[in-house]
């Protein structure tokens, strides 16, 4: 068996047509909430507030000992005012009259996913497959939204339990298989977690030392402190990987235990391969060869610097790992 693992972010829900963008809701929450403290320091300094998890972690450095009633009182509204505008945003998806549409693109998602790679990824993923009779396709999403179950709902509905059954050239049947979603930040409706990574991303010395302020910032706390499981499920799903594809994240410092869980993984084996689908260059600007291997260096990046790696341990994976622009998967729209 093969276990191909997607890390889906809020690039896949853009890329279907949902208005999710940080600078987005940002305006709505500044008009829904115009005198909170959070939404007046976003409306004078949008440059900061870029990764709002990210922010809101260094921000705490500005509070004072008695603004923390304040503070947490603004942060509540903010996280309010996003439920509330995903919602809007959900209520917009139509996939009633694109339902057969979306199912054929996933999977034709799911089944090609690696054949637009160089072939060096390309080829050795295919290899893989063909030593394989069962793919499981497996999900860790990290959108508080319910678009990407709607859609594989969907495509469960249309499609038989085990799809697209073929042959390869050793002549038996390759099985695909979908495994449910692992929302390891929680939903709209239940266990949403907003917060970063880890105490060293908090700004605020105080809000460090004090257990109940970790577990309202930390989102590993968070999820420890709601009891679910998620974080070992995802771990394991991990684990029994063979290939993972990382799609509309921007690899934030904020999720930095999961690059650092990646990273460990393909250390441990040599035939794992990770892929970075990334949006830009190639759809805008084809002809500007410099620019798209810019964009490369700079996912490869954050990856190595986000992760903690040091230089002898990415000589290691880093020819492992293929960052794909302008990504061709999922290329359907929902609204």
Not at 64 to 74: H, L, M, P, T, V
């Amino acid at each position: 068996m093969i276990r191909v693992t997607f890390f889906v972010g809020n690039g896949f829900d853009i890329n279907v047509g949902l208005d999710t963008e940080y600078e987005k809701f940002y305006k709505y929450y500044i008009e829904e909430c115009p005198d909170d403290l959070l939404a007046n320091s976003i409306g004078s300094n949008c440059e900061f507030w870029s990764d709002l998890e990210e922010a809101l972690g260094n921000y705490t450095a500005n509070v004072g000992q008695n603004e923390e009633k304040n503070f947490w009182k603004s942060e509540g509204n903010l996280e309010f005012e996003l439920v509330k505008y995903l919602k809007i945003q959900m209520d917009r998806v139509n996939l009633k009259s694109k339902e057969r549409e979306i199912a054929l693109d996933m999977q034709r998602s799911f089944t090609e996913f690696y054949t637009d790679l160089p072939d060096k990824h390309k080829y050795h993923i295919a290899d893989i497959f063909s030593r394989a009779e069962n793919i499981v396709y497996s999900f860790i999403s990290f959108n508080y939204t319910d678009v990407l179950d709607r859609c594989l709902e969907k495509f469960r509905e249309l499609m038989p339990d085990n799809f697209v059954q073929y042959h390869n050239h050793r002549k038996i049947t390759l099985l695909h298989n979908i495994d449910d979603i692992i929302h390891i930040h929680g939903t709209t409706s239940r266990d949403m977690v907003l917060g970063v990574n880890d105490d060293a991303q908090i700004g605020n010395e105080r809000f460090r030392k004090r257990n109940i302020y970790r577990k309202s910032l930390i989102k590993e706390e968070q999820n420890e402190s709601l009891g679910n499981s998620k974080k070992s499920k995802a771990s394991d799903i991990i684990n029994d990987s063979t290939i993972i594809c990382i799609f509309g994240m921007s690899i934030g410092k904020t999720d930095k235990m999961w690059w650092q869980s990646i990273c460990r993984w393909l250390q441990s084996d040599a035939e794992r391969r990770l892929v970075i689908y990334t949006f830009g260059s190639e759809k805008d600007e084809p002809t500007i060869k410099p620019n798209m291997r810019q964009k490369e260096e700079d996912v490869l990046r954050r990856l190595k610097q986000n992760a903690d790696v040091y230089d002898d341990e990415w000589k290691q994976i880093e020819g492992q790992i293929c960052v794909k622009i302008g990504a061709k998967i999922f290329d359907f729209q929902v609204v």
